[in-house]
């Protein structure tokens, strides 16, 4: 399960591996299999977007953000099907919004932007490292929105926001680094 305020309960069963592996809505909703870690699944999640953002980071700025776009838009629809398939509002194992946050934390991050000169991994690390923290820990309005806002929607916008606190910080930080 989610961490977070707003996370909703667990159903007494959890879905099998093959019945994500072999359903598209929840093969993508689980990040490909990685929403099936009994521990930390958000954490696994977020550990698929790491390849991802690595593929798209050299991307001009505006395709990035067109692409995130479209990856939340996305999101909405596929975690929305997903939890209407397992009959719960934002399960646990459902992780396409971690994915699609952590690409929104790393903006700050792109090499198009200069604002990260040298090596990027401990800033990688960094960014992986807030968009965890704000993720479970969700800061208002975060946990309000969380609970209030149904449907994929509301899936992944707690986790656009807890992106948006982390990039934020990791912008700001980057911006004071010296060079």
Known sequence: MKSGQG?????????????????????????????????????????????LWLAMQHLPWPAYLAALAALFAFGCWVCGASARLLGVHDYGGIVFDEVVGFLATCVPLLPALGLVQGHPWPWLLAAFALFRLFDIWKPWPIAALDRGVGGGFGIMLDD????????????????????
Do not use: E, I, M
Request: no cysteine.
């Open 7 to 51: 996370a909703a309960a667990a159903p007494a069963w959890r879905p099998s591996a093959r019945l994500v592996l072999t359903t598209p809505q929840h093969l993508l909703a689980f990040g490909l299999g990685a929403g099936l870690s009994p521990k930390g699944p958000g954490t696994a999640g977020t550990l698929v977007a790491v390849p």
């Open 160 to 179: 656009l926001l807890a992106a948006f606190y982390a990039a934020a910080l990791l912008g700001f930080a980057a911006w004071l680094a010296p060079w």
